[in-house]
């Protein structure tokens, strides 16, 4: 028998198309099978939740985190975001570090995320391909996944100087950054050539698994997801990518307000944030909340990020609230958190917006939430209940992973 859950009477917003007063959503076996008004009719046998008087979105899209890598309260037992032993990491995966018991993930909840990109930290000039995955349901985190290859994550700027430069070695500087890069795509490329001989030939051939990652990325497989801040590293960045030709995507971007032209003349979109920090190194002099709009103006396609855990990931629309604030219009910073991370990471078929076809990852807000006093009621991953009313009203629970096996708590 189908399962099907049907949410109505709310104020529907399915971002990538007009608001629907009274609207109806119908999510079956996980996936949406129809959205309208109060006419649309209701399945026999549907489970029906009344959202009379509440906002109706699609689940957030957190483009950039560290989600179950970098565990919230852990300290350093918790940390596995970054493999700080070699500059080109493109053979580490951030999925094999991901704890899905991390606080974050209730915390995901709360702040209406349902999925997240999971990415390796900056600390390497090249650290690793990074996942994406759904934000609860699963008894272990390859249940969660949403798409295991979306890209790989590079830095450039402060953080790799600093650490290979602590040490002595290369690179230590942004000219040794950017060489770094340079030969590994270079001996992907090489790789990736000699691979095709031998299969043309039908020879063995030895795997790479780094090499593999490197030529993934070249083949238009893989985006690139570079970590920088200040102009000249985003310059950087888009000069490198048109050497090669990979699909750039700037992340951070603090300073991309100065060259937003040059990015929407070339369409390379900007994953921007976290906003809720401090200027803590000199690449950050001039972090300012207000540039998101001055980048959106410019005609980029822009994506609000906390990097969880620097700014926890329940904050999120608090970031887009303030950016709306400092001048991005509202509609703007609703695809930031929705449809716009969603199309920039290739992962629009899923999730992103309240669609056919797309995944049943419904939200229940109590009002608008980019309104401050507004708070999520209900969240529902591929129409599966996640986050739901408890016993007083005015506290959500998470459905905890033990109630499948009937369970009251892991304990005995």
């Not at 509440?54 to 493999?83: A, K, Q």
Request: glycine letters at 10%.
């Amino acid at each position: 028998m189908a399962r099907i859950l049907a949410v109505t009477g709310g104020h529907l917003v399915p971002v990538s198309s007009a608001p629907i007063p009274g609207g109806t959503v119908i999510v079956t076996d996980g996936v949406i099978t129809a959205i309208g008004g109060p006419e649309t009719p209701v399945p026999e046998g549907a489970h029906v939740v009344d959202a009379s008087g509440r906002w109706v979105l699609p689940g957030f899209v957190e483009s950039h985190g560290h989600l179950g890598v970098h565990e919230d309260g852990e300290g350093w037992s918790g940390e596995d975001t970054n493999e700080m032993t070699d500059p080109n990491g493109a053979r580490f995966r951030a999925l094999d570090g991901i704890d899905i018991e991390e606080v974050g993930f209730r915390d995901a909840l709360r702040g209406g995320v349902t999925t997240a990109v999971v990415k390796p930290g900056s600390g390497n000039p090249i650290g690793g391909r990074t996942v994406a995955i759904k934000t609860w349901g699963g008894r272990t985190v390859d249940e969660q996944i949403l798409a295991a290859d979306v890209s790989v994550k590079s830095a450039l700027g402060e953080n790799p100087k600093r650490v290979y430069g602590d040490r002595k070695q290369t690179p230590s500087t942004r000219l040794g950054v950017a060489s770094v890069l340079r030969e590994a795509f270079v001996a992907a490329r090489t790789y990736a050539d000699k691979r095709a001989a031998a299969a043309e030939k039908e020879e063995p051939f030895e795997r790479d698994l780094g090499k593999e990652t490197l030529a993934a990325v070249l083949a238009g497989e893989l985006v690139w997801d570079q970590h920088c801040h200040r102009h000249d590293d985003i310059a950087t960045a888009i000069r490198i990518a048109e050497e090669f030709g990979y699909t750039l995507v700037v992340n951070h971007g603090t300073e991309a307000h100065k060259i937003a032209d040059v990015l929407a003349e070339k369409q390379i979109p900007v994953i921007f944030g976290p906003m809720l920090t401090s200027r803590s190194k000199v690449e950050l002099r001039d972090r300012a909340i207000g540039n998101l709009a001055l980048i959106a103006e410019a005609g980029v396609k822009v994506a609000i990020t906390t990097d969880h855990p620097v700014v926890p990931i329940d904050h999120i629309r608090l970031q887009a609230i303030l950016a709306v604030r400092e001048g991005l219009p509202a509609a703007t910073a609703l695809q930031a958190l929705t449809t716009n991370p969603a199309e920039i990471l290739r992962l629009d078929e899923r999730v992103g917006a309240l669609e056919v076809g797309r995944d049943g990852d419904v939200v229940v807000w109590s009002d608008d939430p980019l309104a401050v006093d507004s708070h999520v009621e209900r969240v529902f991953i591929e129409g599966r209940a996640v986050y739901e009313p408890g016993t007083d009203a005015a506290s959500p629970r998470v459905v905890e992973r033990w109630e499948r096996f009937g369970r009251s708590s892991w304990a005995r």
